[in-house]
């Protein structure tokens, strides 16, 4: 059973920083689609942010310029840098993953990233950025 652990979830001032990580275990597939997804009070979760397995990177559009994301393959580690916080971006935050790209290109070509399409979810972290 694939396993995704998220840490590094806080609170923090407007303008600062923070780093997720999630570590995934069990996952045997060669190709990949992970991400981030988050939800914020009252809202929908949105997918935010998916790498895959040949690196292609992609955002939506509220994230772009002030979010990265990465993957470790070594240390099997996903990343979510996160830059100049607003109070818009308070949410718990979502680590998954997925054996099937669908979900990534969605993301890239701007078409919603539907949560129910991910394969594997992780329980999430609380990011609370206060002005």
């Known amino acids: 059973q694939v396993q995704l652990q998220e840490s590094g979830g806080g609170s923090v001032q407007s303008g600062g920083s923070l780093r997720l990580s999630c570590v995934v275990s069990?996952?045997?597939?060669?190709?990949?689609?992970m991400g981030w997804f988050r939800q914020g009070p009252g809202q929908e979760r949105e997918g935010i942010a998916g790498?895959?397995?040949?690196?292609?990177?992609s955002y939506v559009d509220s994230v772009k310029g002030r979010f990265t994301i990465s993957y470790d393959n070594v240390k099997k580690t996903l990343y979510l840098e996160m830059n100049s916080l607003s109070s818009d971006d308070t949410a718990m935050y979502y680590c998954?993953?997925?054996?099937?790209?669908?979900?990534?290109?969605?993301?890239?070509?701007?078409?919603?990233?539907?949560?129910?399409?991910?394969?594997?979810w992780g329980r999430g972290t609380q990011v609370t950025v206060s002005s």
């Open positions: 790498i895959e397995d040949n690196g292609v990177t």
């Open positions: 069990r996952y045997t597939s060669s190709s990949y689609c």
């Open positions: 998954t993953a997925d054996p099937v790209r669908v979900g990534c290109r969605n993301l890239e070509y701007g078409v919603k990233w539907r949560p129910s399409s991910v394969s594997y």
